[in-house]
């Protein structure tokens, strides 16, 4: 027979197997028990975390001869033959690569029939989010209404691509990724059963690359016991995978810990000359500085290290930081990560987070040894409460003299300039290229549909945009502004609540666009500094009022850009609906 991967001859083949999801197995085991299975599921989460095994597992679980059972036999013929992937009555649809709405009204034909020798018909859609819009539709009242014999199992990777519609006709089970020590072991299981020695260093590095998918890590254990001899040791694991030693990241840290910039350049040109990528040394280093806080935290967290092993040098390292110099570190390689999503120039980033991670220790060092004992105090805070002593001084005073109360003019504040507690920078570059390839038809056709998305929303949701309006858009992407800088950043680092965004919009307009975010002020800026580096005023007054249509084809995006939209998108909506005699706005 020919040789198998791990991730296919270990796949599990009951719920007593399956690695984590604890959730998930207990609800299904319940519900077969108690012969309360419902006709629709939805397993979504990352990839290789056990969706299509479970689906597989609960199918056997509903047609086992011994039924109902909480753990399929495995033994009868029924388990034997969906195991093996021939039993007539489980279907899995692969939907990547049958999307289109014939083979979706295939199934529906054949669903009515009764099941061949089993107790249920079970269909499991693979990447479901993959079908069709016309698709989606055909499944929609078979997916509600299927006949009493008929189970659907849906799983997908990107459950917001789906329509809420189809969400709502199933029970939705949300697999998350799975924790570093059930990985290990599971791959501990495997080599004892292949009877091949390790290091368990080794499993930990392997753990950690596959960044909680199952498969992930089975792909990569394959490959590294094809790589090894007699032994998995950890440089081999290191080697296969592209990680980076620990003792590398020790160097590294201490010479941050000496300010020693050039061995720290050094280092790290001297890792990515090896073939890393700056994104996974980022990722890494940020993983490496979690385990120190650790070990300065408890002895007792040994078990939750990922890439330190629990020696006295590491422990060692870890007493000479400060762990805020350690929360500082791993704030600059966290927004460092965000900004490197966005650009080719990912090493120029990371060195660029290494000199300033230098630099905030250095500073650090010059703040401890001015004064052992002091603590740092934020500068603002420290200047408000000097100002709130020098009030209950003066006012002391004003008391035992016997003198009126009044309000003196150190009490004022509003003159002070507003700080900005939100670090959030918008994307420039791709809002210019909105602005570049802007047209009216487009930024009209986010604005119609902009109160109908609104709607569809949560109200939590909602009130993130009851302050935002779009302002510009191209074919790909539009700019929503917003008049409270927090909302801007809360809105444009949830990816989630983007996508789903998009997928609203595109639902109502038939085009995929890209929500890009912008405070009021910085758009401001960004359009008057487009507008002069594009000459767009001087091209706006020279066009000839004749010929005011070739004039919009040229420059689409002149009357847009030259004038501040202040109309409402609700009340243009409701303009439509009733007309403009019926609207009257009233200002709180």
């Given amino acids: 027979m020919t040789y198998q991967a791990f991730y296919r001859v270990y796949r599990p083949q009951s719920f007593r197997e399956m690695s984590g999801q604890t959730h998930v197995k207990r609800t299904l085991q319940n519900a077969l028990l108690a012969n309360k299975t419902t006709h629709a599921y939805l397993f979504s989460g990352p990839r290789g975390t056990g969706k299509t095994s479970t689906a597989k597992i609960f199918a056997k679980a509903l047609n086992c001869e011994k039924a109902p059972t909480n753990e399929p036999c495995n033994e009868c013929a029924t388990c034997l033959s969906i195991t093996e992937g021939s039993h007539p009555d489980v279907i899995e649809f692969d ?35 993959m079908l069709s819009t016309s698709a989606f539709n055909a499944l929609l009242k078979t997916l509600e ?42 791959m501990k299981i495997i080599l004892e059963d292949i009877d091949l020695s390790f290091e368990e260093q080794a499993l930990k590095v392997i753990a950690q690359a596959a960044a909680g998918g199952m498969r992930d890590a089975l792909s990569l ?30 160097d590294l840290t201490f010479a941050l810990k000496e300010k020693d910039i050039a061995k720290v350049l050094s280092l790290m040109e001297g890792l990515i000359a090896d073939g890393k990528e700056p994104t996974r040394l980022a990722e890494d280093l940020i993983t490496f500085f979690r385990d120190l806080l650790l070990l300065q935290t408890s002895r007792e967290l040994d078990e939750l290290l990922e890439l330190i092993a629990p020696e006295e040098k590491f422990i060692e390292l870890a007493s000479m930081f400060n762990a805020d110099i350690l929360y500082g570190y791993i704030d600059i390689l966290s927004k460092t990560q965000q900004e490197m999503r966005y650009s080719h120039h990912t090493k120029i980033y990371l060195e660029t987070a290494l000199l300033k991670m230098t630099q905030n220790a250095r500073a650090e060092g010059v703040v401890q040894h001015s004064n052992a004992n002091s603590v740092a105090v934020d500068p603002l805070m420290a200047e408000k409460i000097t100002t709130l002593e020098r009030m209950v001084h003066q006012l002391t005073q004003q008391l035992q003299n016997g003198a009126q109360v009044t309000n003196t003019p150190q009490t004022k504040e509003s003159s002070r300039p507003r700080v900005k507690s939100q670090n959030y920078n918008p994307p420039v570059g791709r809002i210019k290229e909105v602005l570049k390839g802007a047209t009216k038809q487009d930024i009209q056709k986010v604005k ?39 909302h801007c950043k809360m809105v444009a680092e949830n990816t989630d609540f983007t996508a789903m965004f998009s997928q609203y919009l595109y639902q109502l307009t038939d085009s995929k666009y890209d929500l890009l975010c912008i405070p009021d002020e910085e758009w401001f800026k960004l359009r008057e500094e487009f507008i002069k580096e594009n000459h767009l005023a001087d091209k706006k007054e020279s066009t000839d009022h004749d010929d005011e249509v070739a004039a919009q084809t040229e420059q689409p995006f002149i009357e847009e850009i030259n004038e501040v939209s202040t109309e409402d998108p609700l009340v243009s909506e409701a303009e439509k609906l009733f007309g403009k005699d019926f609207v009257e706005v009233v200002e709180d």
């Fill in 95 to 129: 939907a990547a690569s049958n999307s289109r709405v014939e083979e979706m009204r295939d199934i529906i034909e054949k669903v009515r029939f009764a099941p061949a020798n089993a107790r249920f018909k079970v269909y499991i859609i693979d990447e479901v989010h």
């Fill in 145 to 186: 209404e299927p006949p009493s014999h008929a189970v659907f199992i849906l799983a997908t990777t990107e459950p917001h691509k789906l329509p809420a519609t189809i969400i709502s006709r199933c029970q939705r089970f949300d697999f998350k990724r799975l924790s570093s020590n059930d990985i290990l072991e599971r």
């Fill in 221 to 250: 254990l394959d490959q590294v016991v094809s790589f090894s001899d007699a032994q998995v040791t950890l440089e081999d694991a290191l080697l296969v995978t592209g990680s980076v030693s620990q003792d590398v990241f020790y």
């Fill in 448 to 486: 119609g549909a902009w109160a109908q998305v609104l709607g569809q929303l949560q109200k939590s949701q909602a009130a993130l945009l009851a302050e935002a309006e779009p302002v510009a858009a191209s074919s790909s992407a539009f700019v929503v502004k917003f008049k409270y800088d927090i």
